[in-house]
């Protein structure tokens, strides 16, 4: 239900919150094994390499996982806007 909520959401205090809530709950484990956060929740967030790798620069934890959802959901939802328009 967390995963769920955190796709679907697009407000950042929202995704915060379900952050630490997943950290909380999987206790360093579950979804965040070793070098992988709670962004490779959903394909759909993806990022350009460099991008990516100033993300992923950042250290492991809840703040990289806000940090890289924020900007790829940015990313998906201007996409979606601009694909909207073009139809």
Request: proline share 5%; aromatic share 10%; glycine share 10%.
């Amino acid at each position: 239900m967390l995963q769920k909520n955190l796709v679907e959401s697009t407000n950042a205090d929202e995704i915060r919150e379900l952050i630490f809530k997943m950290q909380a709950i999987g206790g360093g484990g579950g979804m965040r094994q070793e070098g992988q956060g709670f962004f490779k929740s959903f394909s759909g967030w993806e990022l350009p390499i460099p991008i990516q790798h100033a993300a992923l620069a950042l250290p492991n934890g809840p703040f990289q996982d806000f940090i890289y959802i924020l900007v790829a959901k940015s990313k998906q939802l201007l996409m979606a806007e601009v694909s909207h328009k073009s139809i």
